[in-house]
């Protein structure tokens, strides 16, 4: 799995915002695309209210997104501006943007990955090259234009004894499986987007904080199982899912259930689908490293020590930070676009071979 690349180290900074539809990830980091020469310092730009209303109003839909787009958009031409104002770094000193874009839409069966929010505006507005659309040629050549993560989680434990297994748990929860010959990468089920949008629904929160809803309700069996019947659980990996795939079938098994029974059975769902996931695997990993939000939900991470048979750890553990992690992986890809270097493999995505990814949106002044 070695590649080649004569070329120097760049300095990339990095925007993503996640399915959790909470705001703008930014991070700066030095790497040739394969080793990382360093991490630099991260934000979270939240989204004001009014972006994520219309974000959670048009998930789902491939029309009529240009609204939505001009407003992610301006969020992340602000989150750089923010981040260059309370960090010492100039943008004449960053080589590349790599942008994610918001997704709303995740259907790679139909063909289909719509992320919103355009590059070519940050090129403009910083007069630095962007790359963006990291996951169409994927999705163009069958692969389930996700998870991204795996060619970056490689770099970041190369020195790390093997198997290891690193959990994100965003909207959807993720895991890459590394030993020293290959990867193997697959959404498991939901993350935090089930148990967010039920909290918001019922309260004035945006989430189960620490998961001290969930510890103080009792788990509905009957729900659960209906939940975890679903047929993507039995789908063989790569496979990936849609923020909201699950959203009607859980509307369903959960009605009639208390703020607290609904938070434990949300939790417990995640979980169990982790824990399912975690089965697929060719042997267990010696060690699972975990980031996203879900990291912070003490008792979602209390039910994963509980079901997983090696020690489950927040990236923290590591001195990585786990709310970076995804913003430093967009950096990560726009250097490797700019050196020729795959972003997906067969068992990270299910492409056929080793696919390059992104597209360049260069500076109009340069």
Not at 61 to 76: F, H
Not at 162 to 172: E, F, S
Not at 187 to 214: C, F, H, R
Request: proline share 6%.
């Amino acid at each position: 799995m070695a590649e080649k690349s004569d070329a120097p180290n760049l300095c990339a900074l990095g925007l993503m915002s996640g399915t959790s539809l909470d705001g703008v990830d930014i991070a700066q980091i030095t790497t040739d695309g394969q080793k990382i020469v360093e991490l630099g310092p991260s934000a979270t730009i939240p989204y004001d209210k009014a972006t994520r209303q219309q974000l959670l109003a048009i998930l789902g839909q491939t029309e009529n997104l240009e609204a939505a787009e001009n407003m992610v958009t301006k969020a992340y031409i602000g989150a750089v501006r923010t981040f260059l104002e309370i960090n010492p770094i100039l943008i004449d000193k960053i080589d590349v943007i790599g942008v994610h874009g918001q997704t709303v839409l995740h259907a790679p069966n139909l063909g289909k990955t719509i992320q919103i929010g355009d590059p070519q505006s940050l090129a403009s507005e910083f007069n630095t090259t962007v790359v963006g659309d990291f996951r169409s040629n994927d999705v163009a050549h069958g692969g389930e234009g996700a998870p991204f993560a795996p060619v970056f989680h490689r770099a970041l434990s190369s020195n790390l004894k093997k198997p290891i297994a690193i959990l994100n748990i965003g909207g959807v929860a993720n895991l890459t499986w590394i030993d020293n010959h290959s990867m193997i990468a697959f959404d498991t089920g939901p993350g935090n987007a089930l148990l967010d949008d039920w909290v918001s629904e019922k309260t004035e929160m945006k989430m189960d904080k620490d998961g001290e809803l969930a510890e103080t309700g009792a788990v509905s069996r009957k729900a659960l199982i209906k939940l975890l019947n679903d047929p993507f659980f039995t789908l063989p990996a790569p496979k990936s899912l849609d923020r909201n795939y699950f959203k009607t079938a859980s509307k369903a098994a959960l009605e009639g259930l208390n703020l607290q029974d609904g938070a434990a059975t949300l939790t417990t769902f995640t979980s169990e689908a982790i824990s399912m996931g975690a089965k697929q695997l060719p042997k267990q990993p010696c060690k699972w490293l975990v980031s996203g939000g879900g990291r912070k939900n003490k008792t979602l991470m209390g039910y994963l020590q509980k079901s997983l048979s090696t020690p489950v750890d927040p990236v923290e553990i590591l001195g990585w930070s786990g709310d970076a992690l995804e913003a430093q992986l967009m950096g990560f890809l726009a250097v490797r676009t700019l050196k020729d270097l795959p972003l997906s493999y067969p068992l990270t995505t299910g492409v056929p071979f080793p696919m390059k990814g992104g597209v360049l949106f260069p500076s109009p002044h340069n």
